[in-house]
């Protein structure tokens, strides 16, 4: 007992070290606080990184980090952004940010993916904005702050880009490699399913946040249209268990026309061998991508936690799910919580997916890595589906290696026994996310912040869906 509270109190002290000042007032966390490395760009705030630590400021009562950063965040998204030969769209969050100073003048410098290994815009910053700020207002009943006209404006423009027309006919956001969490070159562009859970999770953010009037009762509707569209589509072809490979399996192909059952064309040899055993009978998970004769069977850890916490899945769905970490323990947690992805990716695979990129070798950072932030994660979808044996177990074993290990970033091996080759120390992200998880176990209301309950009229839309 005493070694657990030494750890979350030393947690605690390392996160305030790692706050961020712009002026007198407390805007965000670095990435990290390694003083054995080159910083690069790990003394700048990330959206995604923050949102860990700003879920825990709001437990502890000191929102005001929380709010100067969406208010920040947002003045940068209308920012013109300066970039060689590329353009973000209007409502584009930054990937970072990061204070800098001129003789007496401070200013923010924002990252929109012009800096960024590979040049990628993310597209998941924007996404995670719209879901903190509804934490935020959940948290502390400021409602009034979404209400401004700035950030209703802000939320207009970020839902212009979600729902925009474009080419693609699925309800899904199409994206390119790199624009999420796992942000190198690893075979995920496309719909991956990271991007479309947080897309779900932020439609209905956006939803609750809105105020009344004529221009809200527009996006009401078309939200509502694509929050029913996508959930059947992610039930529907995302969906993986022993009876749906056993169907894939049996598939024909070149199908034409309304009545195809193999609607994506996909060819039966391209299940992997891994998939036969690996599905457990009473367990399931969405793939991690879905297109033309295209279904990735690897298993993403966010996506699916996420869409068991926005309810994205049914709840049988989520139970399933939570079946599968269970049963695929080894797999999926080893020796920390958890797995990013798996299996990894090897030999001409690895090769033609990542490009030879020596940091995603099999087994290490986003190529199958345990990453320590994906606990709370575990932990929130744990306490959804009533399953807190599976959190207490997972909070357990990272509480005994965390600190001993200097919070690193990630973890490398099958099973996540050794510390990430190239993984930063303490870093923030990683402390945020333990004593997130832990206060969530201590008070499981502290999760209803950043989940949701299934929602009556995308349940009545998918009725009529499965009916036509």
Known sequence: METQILTKTEAWQLLQKSIIYYGDRPIGTVAACDPSVEALNYDQCFVRDFVSSALFFLIKGE????????????????????????????????????????????????????????????????LWWLILLRAYVRSTGDIDLAHQPDFQQGIVWILKLCLADRFDMYPTLLVPDGAFMVDRRMGVDGHPLEIQALLYAALRSARELLLPGYKRDIYIEIINQRLG???????????????????IYRYRSEEFGSSAINKFNIYSDSIPEWAHDWIPEEGGYLVGNLGPARMDFRFFALGNLMAIMAS??????????????????????????MKICYPAVADLEWKLLTGCDPKNVPWSYHNGGNWPVLLWF????????????????????????LSDDGWPEYYDGRYGRLVGKASRKYQTWTIAGFLLAKSMLDDPSHAQMITFHEDPHTLDLLYKMQEF
């Open 378 to 401: 575990l932990v929130a979808a744990a306490i959804k589906t009533g399953r807190l044996n599976i959190a207490q177990q997972a909070i357990a074993i990272a509480e005994r290696r």
């Open 312 to 337: 994205l899945v049914s709840n049988h769905e989520a139970q399933l799910i939570m079946n599968l970490i269970e049963q695929r323990w080894q797999d999926l947690i080893g020796h920390m919580p």
């Open 229 to 247: 569209a996508l959930t059947y589509h992610l039930r529907q072809y995302y969906w993986l268990d022993l009876k749906r490979l056993n169907n």
């Open 63 to 126: 929102s005001e980090i929380v709010r100067n950063f969406l208010i920040e965040t947002l003045a940068l998204q209308s920012h013109e952004k300066q970039m060689d030969y590329t353009h973000a769209g209007r409502g584009v969050m930054p990937a970072s940010f990061k204070v800098m100073s001129e003789e007496d003048r401070h200013y923010l410098t924002a990252d929109f993916g012009e800096h960024a290994i590979g040049r990628v815009t993310p597209v998941d910053s924007c």
